[in-house]
Structure formats: structure tokens, C-alpha cells
């Protein structure tokens, strides 16, 4: 079943646009003279300033903040909320209560409840975690509420959900049980009627970075609770807390949260912790991963660690990787492992048909938006996700059942995705359930309203976006010749880390390079290995997913990539991992 659909836009003013195939290369704009000259005085190599300006900075003293590898960590009494969570939380350790962490099945919500399973236990707090399953959906129910009572609960603390989960707090207070919520999604009605809630993006925060995760407030209140007990566990300089710091950078990471201010801290940081981390299952977790003894950052956690960890939410259960992450035993960690490592082979392939069917399915239009019954509900927000790579225009991929279906939704920067669920809700009689970030977005909903839902979101789309912003096009972030990069290149850009959501990795292009040797490579031959030469300087590549991206008996090439450390036997050697190419013109 295909849907028309809607949304996208990109393209600043003045931007150059070079075409290439379907896809347009977009370079940006060179750094002004005067900033230029300012990040020169204060030392700042060319490149970098390049680098620097195309992500924000306009001057010496933005650089110094943006490069520098201080911790930063706001006060987390700054939160709303905060200080009459952590008193009910003493409260409860006082009284010994029975607490209830209740997640989310994805990897922000399983670690926020393992931060917060590892922080209560030491202080004598009696812990019962509750992660849904998928099935379940999103955030608390009032069948998961009547559970927890079953349970003898007397206070819930919800991670990554709740702000919207009015009737079930509710319900949960006529059931004798009080409620913190610690949440990062809008507030679009006001909070609900908990006896605190935690989320910077409510309408008084005085936070002053809105962006956490759910992990990122799991940590803040851990910290904020041992605080006020005059206990250090938690903060930076201890055992426990760098734990903690690494969980939490798994969970921003995971959920592409921007990595600028304390996210960018919590991930520098964090993933340090990791590749010499005393918990037993994240040992475990790179062991299976063939990473164990390697150094650990941001692209090994959203494209190794993370895939893995969200492979038991997708496939079965996210209680393995939360069981994983609160693990002593190393024979257990090994065997939790293992189950993730299969579970992840299944996803992918199932996505890889899913994403087949798809493209079979699909009909262009400014949103694409595709269903169908075969497709698991586990796999469709990654579906959303390659379509969105491949179209550069927001997707809605759809499990469509015959009553209710289920929708999972990636974007691009410029269509805010979850603003606009809650934008076209009134007009289809709203959703059963729905939720979001402006980039990935989610929603239950009775099937007799798709075509309601698909034509309320293409008006939302078209009169939102230009047709230029449709192109599909590829950011580069300089053009430079490839044989006269700079030697010290790396270090250059690795000041820039970590990468990922608000911090990309420089893209670079490079034109009129040498085809030394092209060679097919991955079990189905979908991937590029190359040498290339310029200037008499050779270089390693490889093409991830281009097999036949390059033109036969291409003698040269224009090419478009980013630049990658490999590590072998001891030795280190500069590679470029290509994202575009064209024959030279």
C-alpha cells in the first residue's frame, strides 16, 4: 500500500549547488575575512576555522568554548522540578518504599533506567523496573499502572515519558501510588499531575540547555539525589559515576540528541569511560562486537553499540539489554550478549526485505509515506530512516493492521515531525497514541483515518516547504584537493569530536582523483574498496552501500567523503569512507 505525503526544505540562500546524478552537492560558504583573520590570530589552522564557522562559531572565544575538553555540567537543581523530586525520593529511601523506574523499549529509555537502578540500590532502595514492550507502546498505561499497584508500589519515577500521561498519573494516585516524571519530550498541554516533574522543555525552565535526553535527566537526578546526601558516588571522579556518565552517553548518542553542550560532554566523557569500563555487560557487549580493547566514541556507539542494544526492543524484549547493563556476572553479560548479537543479525535482515518491499511501494511526493501489513513494527522507524538517507525528505512508515496501525516517522532538520503529529491531531479526530523529537516521531492510529491523516500532513508539508528544499542534496563542508591535505588533517578534525546530531562529521570534496584499483567487497558485494591517487599521493577508501555508484572503466573521479582512522596490528592509516562520487566531467 503506497501513500502521497508530505514535508521538506533545505537550501540556505547563496549556497552553491554542483549536481550530481539525483543528489546535489552543496558547498558551503567559505568563512568570512574577518573571521578568518580573528580564529587565525588566535591560532586557528584555515581548515579548522572552516570547520568552526560552519558549525556556529564566529569567533576566538566561541572556539575555545566549542574545542574545549573541560566537563561541563549545569546544576541540575536549574531543572524544573528537581528539588521536589529529590525530596520525595529521600522520602522514599527513608521510608523504604517500593519504587518503580518505568523506561522505554528503546536505548534511551533502557539506559535511563539502568542509571537510575544503579544509582538507588547502593542507598538501600528497593527497585522494580518496568521497560514495555513494544506491543504496549510509548510511555505509561493504565494496565502497566494497575501492574505496578499489584506490585505493592508506593512511588513510580518514569524515564524518557509521562509528560503526557495524565489519565494514568492520575489513576495511579487513586491506586495509593505518587509519581516523578523525568522527561524530555514537549509539554503540549501542561505538565501532568505528579508530585514533580522533570523536563527542561517545560515553559519556566531556567535549564539552560534544553537538549537532554532521557538518560542525560536519569543522570542529573542521580547526581541532584546524592548531593543532597553529601555523597560523592555519583559525580565524575568516582567509579560509580563515570558508570553512569557512560550509560548516559550510550543514551544520548542512541537517541540523536545534539551533541553540543553537556550532551557533547556527556558523550566525550562517557565514551572514554567505556573502553575501559568496569560493568560487565558493556565489556560483554564489545567483546561480541569484535571492539573489545578499542578505543570507543560516538560513531562506534550509533553504529555498533547502540544497533544491538535497540535490536532487543525491536525483536523481542528490552528487558535483555536492560539486564545486560545492570549485570555483575560475566557469564551472564556473555550470554545476554549473544542474544543481542542474533537478535541484531535478524533485524537487520528483516529490515533489508522490509526496506525492499518499500522501495517497490513507495510514491515520490514532498513526504513519503508506505505501509504494509508484513511489515514488524520493530523495524519501521529504520525503514523511515534509509528513506529519509536515500529521498532527503521526511518519511512515514507504516504497519498496517486491520483496525489499528502503527506508524514510525524519521525527518529532516527542516520539518519538524513530532510538531507536526500534534499539529494534524485535532483534524483526523486524533491519534491513539503518538509522541516525538522533531526528527523521529511516532503514532498508533485507527486504520480508517490514513487517508484523513496522509492529506492533513501533505497540506501541512507543502505549505510549510519550497520545492528547491525537495532536491535532493548532500552538505559538504569544504572543497579540498586530496593530494594536499593537510598532514596533520586527523588531529585537526578529531578537536571537532564527538560527532553526530548538531556536530556532523566534516564532509569534504575532492575533484579529478585517480581510480587506482576498484574492488567489490561485503557478503552480497554491495560495498567499494578503493585506491585512489593524487598528486602522486595515494590513499585508501572504501564505499559503503555504492557498489554501483562508480561509473565502469571511470579512470577518474570527483568525490565526496569523510575521513576515518583504521587500526590494525598496531599501525594507524588515514582512510577516506566516500559518501558520493561522479566521473570527472
Known amino acids: 500500500m503506497g501513500f502521497e505525503t508530505a514535508s521538506s526544505s533545505l537550501t540556505p540562500e547563496s549556497t552553491p549547488l554542483v549536481t550530481s546524478g539525483q543528489r546535489a552537492w552543496r558547498v558551503r560558504p567559505p568563512v568570512p575575512t574577518e573571521i578568518r583573520s580573528a580564529l587565525g590570530r588566535a591560532g586557528y589552522h584555515p581548515l579548522l576555522a572552516q570547520l568552526l564557522y560552519n558549525r556556529g562559531v564566529a569567533d576566538a572565544h566561541q572556539a575555545q568554548t566549542f574545542l574545549s575538553t573541560e566537563p561541563v555540567s549545569h ?39 539502568a542509571i537510575l ?10 527497585i522494580l523496573p518496568y521497560i514495555p514492550h513494544r506491543e504496549e507502546g510509548h510511555g505509561l498505561t493504565l494496565p502497566a499502572v494497575r501492574t505496578l499497584a499489584g506490585w505493592g508500589v508506593d512511588l513510580i519515577v518514569t524515564v524518557d515519558c509521562g509528560v503526557t500521561s495524565y489519565d494514568e498519573i492520575a489513576a495511579a494516585a487513586e491506586l495509593g501510588m505518587d509519581t516523578i516524571v523525568t522527561d524530555h519530550h514537549l509539554v503540549p498541554e501542561g505538565p501532568p499531575p505528579a508530585c514533580a516533574v522533570v523536563d527542561p522543555r517545560l515553559p519556566n525552565s531556567q535549564y539552560p540547555f534544553p537538549n537532554l535526553t532521557g538518560a542525560g535527566l536519569a543522570l542529573k537526578l542521580a547526581q541532584a539525589l546524592y548531593h543532597s546526601m553529601g555523597r560523592q558516588d555519583a559525580g565524575p571522579d568516582t567509579s560509580s559515576g563515570r558508570t553512569l556518565l557512560s550509560l548516559a552517553a550510550l543514551g544520548t548518542v542512541a537517541d540523536v540528541a545534539p551533541l553540543l553542550d553537556e550532551n557533547r560532554s556527556i558523550v566525550r566523557h562517557g565514551a572514554r569511560e567505556m573502553g575501559q569500563s568496569s560493568m560487565a555487560g558493556l565489556r560483554a557487549l564489545l567483546r561480541s562486537a569484535r571492539m573489545e580493547g578499542r578505543a570507543v566514541d560516538s ?36 550470554a545476554l550478549a549473544a542474544i ?31 505501509g504494509d501489513p508484513s511489515f514488524s513494527p520493530g523495524i519501521i522507524g529504520l525503514v523511515a530512516g534509509r528513506l529519509v538517507e536515500e529521498f ?14 502503527r506508524g514510525s516517522c524519521r525527518s529532516i532538520p527542516e520539518f519538524d515531525i513530532g510538531a507536526a503529529l500534534h499539529q494534524v491531531a485535532p483534524a483526523i479526530g486524533g491519534f491513539i497514541r503518538y509522541g516525538g523529537h522533531p526528527q523521529a516521531a511516532g503514532f498508533s492510529v485507527a486504520t480508517e483515518k490514513l487517508p484523513l491523516l496522509r492529506r492533513s500532513l501533505v497540506a501541512l508539508a507543502r ?18 584537493p586530496l593530494g594536499g591535505l593537510p598532514r596533520d588533517i586527523y588531529r585537526l578534525i578529531q578537536g571537532l ?4 546530531a548538531g556536530n556532523p562529521a566534516p564532509v569534504f570534496l575532492s575533484r579529478n582523483v585517480q581510480v587506482v584499483d576498484a574492488r567489490t567487497m561485503g557478503g552480497n558485494g ?34 565526496v567523503y569523510t575521513l576515518a582512522m583504521d587500526r590494525w596490528n598496531g599501525q594507524e592509516t588515514l582512510r577516506l569512507n566516500v559518501v558520493d562520487m561522479r566521473a570527472t566531467g
Not at 548479537?341 to 537487520?348: A, G, M
Open 75 to 113: 546544576d541540575p537543581l536549574a531543572l524544573p522540578g528537581m528539588a521536589a523530586a529529590v525530596q520525595r525520593l529521600r522520602r522514599a529511601l527513608e521510608l523504604r518504599e517500593k519504587v518503580a523506574v518505568f523506561g522505554d523499549f528503546d536505548v534511551d529509555g533502557v539506559t535511563a533506567t
Open 117 to 126: 537502578a544503579r544509582a538507588l540500590k547502593p542507598l538501600g532502595c528497593e
Open 299 to 334: 560513531e562506534t556507539i550509533a553504529w555498533i553499540l547502540a544497533p544491538r542494544l535497540n535490536a532487543a526492543g525491536r525483536m523481542g524484549h528490552a528487558s535483555v539489554s536492560y539486564d545486560l547493563l545492570v549485570e555483575e556476572s560475566e557469564e551472564k553479560a556473555a
Open 497 to 500: 569530536a564527538p560527532f553526530g
Open 463 to 480: 505549505e510549510t516547504l519550497g520545492e528547491e528544499a525537495l532536491q535532493p542534496h548532500r552538505d559538504i563542508d569544504m572543497e579540498l
Open 340 to 370: 543481542l548479537e542474533e537478535q541484531n543479525r535478524e533485524r537487520q535482515r528483516l529490515t533489508g526485505e522490509a526496506l525492499e518491499k518499500t522501495r517497490t511501494l513507495v510514491e515520490m511526493a514532498p513526504l513519503l509515506m508506505v
Open 392 to 405: 532527503s525528505r521526511p518519511a512515514v512508515v507504516l504497519s498496517l493492521g486491520q483496525d489499528v496501525c
Open 526 to 559: 554491495e560495498h567499494l574498496r578503493m585506491k585512489l591517487r593524487d598528486k602522486g599521493v595515494g590513499w585508501d577508501a572504501v564505499a559503503f552501500r555504492q557498489s554501483g555508484s562508480l561509473p565502469a572503466n571511470a579512470q577518474s573521479v570527483d568525490v
